[in-house]
């Protein structure tokens, strides 16, 4: 496997929820290697330890990748703060990713933030597959929109019922 660090700019940034934010960067060669499951390890400024970030899209034809990530301590909530056109520092494709096989019949199954790196091996798996999403309660849902938009037949549970 092979793996790299490099600088990459920040080409978009979304909160989703309270907690939870979309980052796109500028990443060309990652972008041409991830795999759907993959991860990447980005260097916080202030912090010794990399934050380990599940990869939710590599976009090849654009050259860039997606993170999806959850706040939850200071390291994830100074990189929550990293504003578009800054670079972070990521060491990636780390893992080995989900086996896919296009035209084949999947079922994809996570909840909370393990959804996100669900989305990649969903959308290359295409119009066979299902996604069954779990989540707290209607406001913790994310990427639901994204699934769907994927031809991906999207079944959505909240712990509440809501």
Do not use: W
């Not at 960067?25 to 390890?41: C, D, L, M, N, T």
């Not at 706040?71 to 800054?86: D, F, I, K, M, Q």
């Not at 972070?88 to 896919?100: E, R, S, Y």
């Amino acid at each position: 496997m092979k793996y790299d660090a490099m600088r990459c700019r920040v080409l978009s940034r979304d909160r989703l929820t309270k907690t939870v934010y979309d980052y796109t960067v500028e990443a060309p060669a990652f972008a041409k290697i991830a795999k759907p499951g993959q991860f990447a390890h980005i260097r916080v400024p202030g912090h010794v330890l990399r934050r380990p970030i599940s990869i939710c899209e590599a976009d090849a034809a654009n050259g860039a990748l997606r993170f999806v990530f959850e706040v939850r301590g200071a390291g994830t909530e100074t990189l929550s703060e990293t504003p578009v056109g800054r670079e972070m520092d990521i060491l990636a494709p780390l893992g080995n990713g989900f086996p896919v096989q296009p035209g084949e019949k999947a079922l994809f199954v996570g909840g909370g933030i393990g959804v996100p790196p669900l989305l990649g091996a969903a959308k290359a798996a295409g119009k066979n597959s299902v996604a069954a999403l779990g989540f707290r309660n209607r406001g913790a849902v994310i990427l639901e929109e994204d699934f769907r938009v994927a031809g991906v037949e999207t079944r959505v549970a909240t712990d509440d019922g809501s």
